[in-house]
């Protein structure tokens, strides 16, 4: 059974550093691209970053660059979206997507003091 299971989500004060981890199981991890999609309440989905497969290149939304950081550890079928200094417009529900297909439950950040 193909299978995203995103952890690390909460309450975070602006200026935080979450880290968002993605365990993927019922499938060769290693072989895809890799994607964080988030939804602010009331919006629509948003690319956050992707990250392909082999080479391990990345790929940010503006909105996030130079903040957030996607890393894959294909040993441990895990995804990782290390995010920094949150600002209250990053609360979101934040998914783990494999390319377009398969999605996780999706886990929320909420950014508030």
């Known amino acids: 059974q193909v299978q995203l299971v995103e952890s690390g989500g909460g309450l975070v004060q602006p200026g935080g550093s979450p880290r968002l981890s993605c365990v993927a199981s019922?499938?060769?991890?290693?072989?895809?691209?890799m994607n964080w999609v988030r939804q602010a309440p009331g919006k629509g989905l948003e690319w956050v970053s992707s990250i392909n497969p082999g080479s391990g290149r990345v790929y940010y939304a503006d909105s996030v660059k130079g903040r957030f950081t996607i890393s894959r550890d294909d040993a441990k079928n895990t995804l990782y979206l290390q995010m920094n200094n949150l600002k209250p417009e990053d609360t979101a529900l934040y998914y783990c997507a494999r390319g377009v297909e398969v999605w996780g439950q999706g886990t929320l950040i909420t950014v508030s003091s």
């Open positions: 019922g499938f060769t991890f290693s072989m895809y691209w």
